[in-house]
């Protein structure tokens, strides 16, 4: 059994009008932002999801954290379907289940030393008292690289690098050991010179704890180098997904081969068709009919201007919602 | 960092100066351009002998020239602390009057200043945390908080509570009868002080609804501030790290509060002010003897002394309170430096 399974899973933001609109309770549409996704991540595993900026990639993380509340579908963790759960029950699951959030600058609080950020979920999960918590989160800023731990630990944010602070972030979450990770663009607004290192930092507590993590990013070529498995977003679907070579060596959704060509590469592309895609993302209040992808796709036909391609696979555990999958 | 404060804390302390000197000499420029004059205030328009009307304003100081009077009384109120004596009541130092009637001011602004946060910051953090129509709700009492005319809304009380209701008094600070040791001259806290009940409760139904005026009508302006900006704490990832591992939503909420709080403390430095303008309103709707009635009674009266003397005090008070708020801004925020 997977550890974590998500079914159908769906969140619509509806699109607010006016006051007299918000007094009456009207909703003049939804932004449909993530619109049926469905997949597997084990223990161990690290599933890249991977897309566009707006195509429902960190709402997806959000979800299944259930930071935000889905409209529909399921999130099974470890057997249990968080979407029902209330209170307690999933205060106490939280501690299980981390996020690591993209802005460095955004997502430590301002005001209490970085410290006894890491302490207190320790604290507050009854798992130990202040002080031995004090001296967990001493170790945990030891093993993120931030030392001498003496110098960093009554730092308050704003007197931190991004770079150290997401050091920070990673030690906050992983002082609970959790069994799920989901690191959301966990390196885009860090500088290039430290990605790598803060990267390896990820994997390393992964290895150690077995965790199944969901990497998301918008960088296929980081996406490549974690992930066991891709999944590639489009505007609130999953149009592919599949293991991280299957999909990198052989991609079978027009969408897939257009990300993979934007890649820069010192060898000769080996992708069987050089696709180059038309146009902008296309409006998630207004999602096109059909295939969401058609109106931008250089493969369209009548089909996919009609009819919803349903997933299909294509080699063992490759996956691809196409008409005209290659 | 210590000498840093130090130095900023005198800097802003001398700036104090200048603000009430030209408060002063607008208040005293003004008042020598209004029409009518202590003279006519006190003995009427009738037809007064030249020789009587001459005595007079040699005893008021009035026949001397402006420039004089202008640098005399600054001398005396900057070195003496000498505000000078009332001209309507003759010979009585107004600095006797600013004692006795400045803690009833004081007194009525606290509790509205308490009333007003404490409404403001619930219908505010009420709005940033539910939103919908509850959020709605909360902008609309806001802004019929912020526009309501506290005379108008005064008397509405005053008719519901004092007169339909018959609950509360609607003028006054005590019942007749009832007599609290002067202490502070803050009526409520010097009966508490010497454990006079009665005396309490009547000190507390007087000051009700003056002070519920007051609070209401400055709620406003805090629950749009307190919204805007725990609205904009609780969208910040820190505030969604701490729900994922785990931390109770109370303390979540305490967090995100903490981290709006600069904005807030800055609008209840400046509020401090409007509150004192506030109670000027407030006091004479609610016949409360206080520093209120009694500028208002000096303007009608031409009374040069008291009005320069309560100008001078109030000017020196504000910008001593914007300099509270500013000290108090590096203590409760680390990342301010001096």
Known sequence: ???????????????????????????????????????????????????????????????????????????????????????????????????????????????????????????????????????????????????????????????LSGGQRQRVVIARAMALKPDF????????????????????????????????????????????????????????????????EQVINNPAHPYTQALLAAVPTIEEKKLKMKLEIKGEVADPKNVPPGCRFHPRCPLATDICMKKEPEMIEVENGHFVACHHHI | MARGIGQYILVRALMIIPTVLILYTVVFIILRILPGDPITAILGTKNIPPEQLAALRKQLGLDQSLVTQYFDYLYKAAFHLDFGT???????????????????????????????VILGVLTGLIAAKKGGKIDLSMRIYSIIAYTLFIPWFGLMLQLIFGIWLGWLPTSGILDAGVHIKHITGMNTLDALLTGNWTGLKSALRHIILPSLTLGIVLSGAYTRLVRANVAEVLSMDYIRAYRVHGIPEYKVTLYALKN??????????????????????????????GMGTYLVHAIESRDYPAIQGTVIFFSFLVGLISLIVDVVYALIDPRIKY
């Open chain 1, 1 to 159: 059994m997977p550890l974590l399974e998500v079914v159908d899973l769906k969140k619509y933001f509806p699109v607010e009008g006016g006051v007299i609109d918000r007094l009456l309770g009207r909703v003049k549409g939804y932004v449909k932002a993530v619109d049926g996704v469905s997949f597997t991540v084990d223990r161990g595993e690290t599933l890249a999801l991977i897309g566009e900026s707006g195509c429902g990639k960190t709402t997806t993380g959000k979800l299944v954290l259930r930071l935000l509340e889905p409209t529909s579908g399921k999130v099974i963790f470890d057997g249990v379907d968080i979407t029902r759960l209330k209170g307690e029950d999933l205060r106490r699951l939280r501690r299980r289940m981390q996020m690591i959030f993209q802005d460095p600058f955004a997502n430590l609080d301002p005001r209490m030393p970085v410290g006894d950020q890491i302490a207190e979920p320790l604290v507050e999960h009854g798992i130990m008292e202040w002080e031995e918590a004090r001296e967990e989160a001493y170790k945990m800023l030891e093993r993120v690289g931030l030392t001498p731990v003496e110098d960093f630990y009554d730092r308050l944010p704003l007197n």
């Open chain 1, 181 to 244: 990770v989901v690191a959301d663009e966990a390196v885009s607004m860090i500088d290039v010179s430290m990605r790598a290192s803060i990267v390896k930092l990820l994997l390393r507590f992964k290895e150690e704890f077995n965790q199944a993590m969901i990497f998301i990013t918008h960088d296929i070529s980081v996406g490549r180098l974690v992930a066991d498995r891709i999944a590639v977003m489009y505007l609130g679907k999953i149009v592919e997904i599949g293991g991280t």
């Open chain 2, 86 to 116: 009332s001209m309507t009541i003759r010979g009585r130092p107004i600095w006797e009057d600013i004692k006795t009637r400045f803690p009833r001011t004081l007194e009525l602004t606290l509790y509205g200043f308490t009333i007003s």
């Open chain 2, 260 to 289: 709006a709080f600069v904005p807030i403390v800055t609008l209840m430095g400046l509020q401090f002010a409007i509150l004192l303008g506030g109670a000027v309103l407030t006091e004479t709707t609610f016949s409360w003897p």
